[in-house]
């Protein structure tokens, strides 16, 4: 099974992903943390994102879909990956889904966290101290959140067009946004 955790920056989607991951061996795809990886390494990838990343704008849909490309073979030897934090553009979801086809696999199901723009602000002045993010702070983070609303909840209609789209509260406590995640993979097993 492929799953895609959809939503906001801050919404949860890394904590849900890594529990998935625990609980049902697949495999969590997070651009987020290939990119921070290639940061740390000092490779030429993560000079060339670094200061878009710390600004909290997107790096280029090549880029990433080239890092997914790279670790699917992975995903799909233990039986399937969990996409955080990817795909964030239309053309990203296109070129997720032309790779999957050509291995004869899909998406089947994306799990959107719903949280408000306000408990999202609520929950990161928190985290903005002690996280060592350095896109962790109130600027950059403004930018990500509008990057979330200008190109990537514009791809909603496309999955839920594919009738992918499954909606789950986002604003409780990790364990209740974990038996959200849990029935709505029970429900489409039967
Ligand atoms: P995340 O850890 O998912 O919040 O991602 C951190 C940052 O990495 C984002 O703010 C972007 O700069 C970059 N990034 C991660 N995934 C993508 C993606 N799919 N497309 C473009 N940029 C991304």
Known sequence: MNLILFGPPA????T????????????????GDMLRAAIASGSELGKKVEGVMQ???LVTDEIVIALIEERLPEAEAA???????????LAQAEALDAMLAKRGAKIDVVLRLKVDDEALMTRIAGRFA???RPDDNPDSFKVRLGAY??????LLPYY??????????????IESVAAGIDQALAKLKA
Not at 16 to 31: C, D, I, N, Y
Not at 79 to 89: E, L, Q
Not at 149 to 154: E, I, L, V, Y
Not at 161 to 170: A, F, P, T, W, Y
């Open 11 to 14: 919404a949860g989607k890394g």
């Open 16 to 31: 849900q992903a890594k529990r998935l991951v625990e609980g049902r061996k697949m495999v969590q795809l997070s651009t």
């Open 55 to 57: 600004r909290g704008e």
């Open 79 to 89: 039986g399937g990956a969990i996409f955080d934090g990817f795909p964030r553009t």
């Open 130 to 132: 002690e996280s060592g």
């Open 149 to 154: 609303n200008d190109q990537t909840a514009p």
């Open 160 to 173: 839920q067009g594919q009738g992918k789209l499954v909606e789950l509260d986002g604003m409780g406590s």
